[in-house]
């Protein structure tokens, strides 16, 4: 049977993000609360971790040191947001992303919360100046923004509020890395945060470039997936620049000049509507049907792409 010294990590909405998160702290060996506020969410989400556990390990994928019935085992739900949070080491917020209802939510765990507790949001985009303002335990609340599926894409941004403590951040970069997450930290609360901030930028140039007639839509998903997407599994934007020329100072002398001047020819921010999301839309529902049945199966190849890739980064020696 699997034991678990720390008190409990709590996962508030047990959605999409929130069966992922218990996975992986479970794979860490820690213990944890599903806390729904619809009471057969609970249910169906444990059985789907089950059902995901199972099939990771039979597959050779499951994460942490622990079997499945172990990890299992320290997975339990929760129906009283009370006594779920009680002893909690770690509260994990996986509402839908919504202000008010999540404000609602830190306000409830505000006042069931003692003064020892990490209260973490997984926010995609809502600034912690806003999630976490007038809280009286603001001090220990943090933004960890996943990245879907989590169980396979490690990313975890922590973005504090202008007063969070410094030992929430450390406290939670440690705990994500003690359950095989790779933590960043963001210094200072920026809309987007990093990660959606880089992804805007390369959405814009890609949609400017079909609206502009330049590459049809297949083909621009082609220079990322068979040309830039390859080598940015493994490195950054930064270090790439650094090897392709003798180091950093190298490409800026080489290459700088070329990047600010077509930097300075790229468009105004696009509307994402009109003909060309139309367009868009005909060339994505050509390749993969926009019914539940063809997007459910190509999210399921991809999540397999992805499995063999974190494989992948596991077997070739370390950074
Ligand atoms: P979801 O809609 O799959 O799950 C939300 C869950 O919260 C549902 O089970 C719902 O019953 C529950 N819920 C609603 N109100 C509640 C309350 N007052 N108390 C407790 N539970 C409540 O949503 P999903 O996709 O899991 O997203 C959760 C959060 O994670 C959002 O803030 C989202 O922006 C963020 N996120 C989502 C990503 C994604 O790709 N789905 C990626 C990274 C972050």
């Not at 998160?21 to 619809?38: C, H, Q, T």
């Not at 830190?106 to 209260?119: E, N």
Request: one cysteine or more; charged letters at 20%.
């Amino acid at each position: 049977m699997a034991t678990s010294a720390a008190g409990p990590v709590v996962i508030i909405g047990s959605g999409i993000i929130g069966q992922g998160w218990a996975m992986l702290f479970a794979s860490g060996g820690l213990k944890v609360k599903l806390y729904d506020i619809e009471q057969q969410k609970i249910t169906n989400s444990l059985e789907n971790i089950r059902k995901e556990m199972k099939s990771l390990e039979q597959l050779g994928s499951l994460k942490g040191a622990l079997s499945a019935p172990q990890q299992l085992s320290l997975i339990s739900g929760c129906w009283d947001l009370r006594e779920a949070v009680e002893g909690a080491i770690h509260i994990q917020e996986c509402v839908p992303e919504d202000l008010e209802l999540k404000r609602k939510v830190f306000a409830q765990l505000d006042l069931l919360a003692g003064d020892d507790v990490v209260l973490a949001s997984s926010t995609s985009c809502l600034l912690p100046s806003r999630l976490f303002a007038g809280l009286a335990h603001v001090r220990q609340c943090i933004v960890a923004h996943p990245v879907n599926p989590p169980y396979y894409i490690p990313l975890v941004e922590l973005v504090p509020h202008p007063q969070t403590a410094p030992s929430t951040v450390d406290r939670t970069y440690a705990l994500m890395q003690k359950i095989g997450q790779s933590p960043v930290r963001v210094l200072k609360e920026i809309d987007g945060f990093a990660l959606n901030r880089l992804q805007y930028a390369v959405i814009g140039e890609a949609w400017r470039l079909v609206q502009e007639g330049i590459v049809s839509p297949g083909d621009l998903d082609l220079v990322m997936s068979n040309g830039l997407g390859l080598r940015y599994a493994f490195l950054g934007p930064l270090e790439t620049m650094h090897l392709n020329a003798e180091g950093m100072l190298s490409y800026c002398d080489r290459y700088g000049e070329g990047m600010t001047r077509i930097l300075r020819t790229f468009g105004p921010v696009p509307a994402f509507s009109g003909a060309t999301a139309e367009q868009v839309h005909q060339a994505m529902c050509a390749k993969v049907p926009d019914d539940p049945k063809h997007l459910a199966a190509r999210r399921q190849w991809r999540d397999e792409c992805l499995r063999r890739l974190v494989q992948l980064k596991h077997e070739v020696p370390p950074e």
